[in-house]
């Protein structure tokens, strides 16, 4: 006998949305819902045990004007060149979506940035890199789990990172430790979400050797 309901637990997974043009910019999020999405995050897995993550919410209207303006001058040329190599179609919507979102990015009720309070040296090797955001990671897409889960949208976006040094001046972070993303965090409008077009784990995945297909 299963622990959990299946139908609600994979609905949940599987209609976690990157939310941009259902956000609801006019309705404030309280800092108590926050920090419940908070709390499930910091039981995600990571390296060690050793919680060296944190979380920055950024909810001052001031800041996030700036934070937004720096996103949107980053974001802004990058998926205009980006959108002008996209076919027609679903992609191309969702550049569409992610500049409506660009434009508006100041405007989102509350920002939540993951962090890690340390930083990769130079010279980092893949087994250490897939370590180091493998502690931080699974703890963010709790958050967006989370999130959804209490009525709220979120967008897992780097684009910030293009101005990380001027980010972390504004908001007071130091240079010794990560900025890994920023969500922004906002009730969504509409009932409901529904699980997005993808191809059949057939489709996608080996067993044993590389090539080596379900079918095979």
């Known amino acids: 006998m299963t622990e959990f309901n299946l139908t609600q637990t994979d609905g949940l ?4 949305k990157q939310v941009r043009k259902r956000l609801d910019f006019d309705r404030a ?21 050793l919680e060296r993550n944190k979380w920055l919410v950024i909810d001052d209207p001031d800041l996030k004007a700036k934070v937004g303006e720096l996103y949107l001058s980053n974001a802004g040329p990058y998926l205009e060149e980006r959108a002008k190599e996209s076919p027609e179609g679903r992609s191309q919507r969702v550049f569409d979506s992610a500049m409506y979102l660009a434009e508006r990015m100041g405007e989102v009720p509350a920002m939540v940035i993951p962090i890690r309070l ?5 010279g980092t090797s893949v087994e250490e890199t897939a370590g180091y955001y493998g502690s ?5 897409w709790s958050f967006q789990l989370a999130a959804r ?60 050797t590389w090539g080596n297909t379900a079918s095979a």
């Not at 997974?13 to 976690?16: E, S």
């Not at 999020?29 to 045990?49: F, H, K, Q, W, Y």
């Open 149 to 208: 889960s209490r009525g709220l949208g979120s967008c897992w976006t780097t684009l910030h990172l293009g101005h990380e040094a001027e980010t972390a001046e504004l908001l007071g972070i130091p240079d010794t430790v990560t900025q890994v993303a920023l969500f922004p965090v906002a009730y969504y409008t509409g009932d409901t979400f529904r699980a997005a077009p993808r191809r059949s784990a057939e489709d996608i995945t080996f067993f044993n």
């Open 136 to 140: 931080v990671l699974p703890g963010a």
């Open 118 to 122: 340390d930083r990769l040296p130079e």
């Open 13 to 16: 997974l599987t209609t976690t």
């Open 29 to 49: 999020v309280p800092r108590r819902l926050l920090l419940d999405c908070i709390e499930i995050a910091s039981r995600a897995p990571m390296g060690g045990n």
